[in-house]
């Protein structure tokens, strides 16, 4: 996984999954450079649709979000969300969480997922204090797998994580997250996607959180 990047995009939409055209957008982006594999995602509530992907370069993950996915977000006629993360920076604290993204194999199939990023700067990533976090992180109920994140060149620290429930990922984005941000003094975002309705789509794009 010599310098990949992970990719993190949502648009501004509100459309059931079933709604989205996501037969024709998987055949063009796996045209795309450099593509590896995508997670579909559905915002729980709010019906954004967006995706969490793998690029087998930074490079190739720079072209895909400045040229790429603008293009798809006009097509739509939304605003919308990029963020671009040195996946190599945080592989060791990413396998300690199972993450399938490392060749973990998933526990189990998930049912929903959470997106984090903490308005931090922590360069490099290993000075985060990811081996004092990932024991907590491990004991929260339902958590399947977490695969940090580490901005690029912003330095911010993040993570995708597969929860075996909505509930559960409802639970430690609402209660659980909010405190480790505080304790960090630091601004946050989170997201909760339903990891059902985008099943077949995610496969059809290779994504590992499926096995």
């Known amino acids: 996984m010599s310098n990949a990047a992970f990719v993190y995009t949502e648009l501004q939409i509100s459309a059931p999954f079933d709604q989205v055209p996501w037969q024709s957008v998987n055949a063009a982006i796996r045209e795309l450079p450099g593509f590896r594999n995508k997670t579909w995602l559905s915002g729980i509530e709010t019906n954004s649709a967006g995706g969490f992907y793998e690029f087998d370069s930074i490079e190739n993950a720079q072209s895909f979000v400045t040229d790429y996915f603008p293009t798809e977000a006009r097509d739509v006629g939304v605003a919308q969300t990029t963020r671009i993360f040195d996946a190599n920076a945080a592989r060791d604290a990413s396998i300690d969480m199972q993450s399938p993204h490392f060749g973990v194999k998933p526990r189990q199939k998930p049912g929903a997922f959470v997106y984090t990023e903490i308005q931090i700067t922590v360069l490099p990533f290993n000075d985060a204090p990811w081996p004092v976090l990932n024991p907590?992180?491990?004991?929260?109920?339902?958590?399947?797998?977490?695969?940090?994140?580490?901005?690029?060149?912003?330095?911010?620290?993040?993570?995708?994580?597969?929860?075996?429930?909505?509930?559960?990922?409802?639970?430690?984005?609402?209660?659980?997250?909010?405190?480790?941000?505080?304790?960090?003094?630091?601004?946050?975002?989170?997201?909760?996607?339903?990891?059902?309705?985008?099943?077949?789509?995610?496969?059809?794009?290779?994504?590992?959180?499926?096995?």
């Open 136 to 211: 907590v992180l491990k004991a929260q109920p339902g958590l399947l797998a977490k695969t940090w994140l580490s901005g690029l060149h912003t330095g911010t620290v993040g993570g995708f994580y597969s929860f075996d429930t909505i509930e559960n990922a409802k639970k430690f984005a609402v209660d659980y997250f909010p405190g480790e941000a505080a304790s960090l003094k630091a601004a946050f975002t989170t997201r909760i996607f339903d990891a059902g309705p985008t099943e077949t789509a995610s496969r059809e794009m290779a994504s590992p959180v499926y096995g």
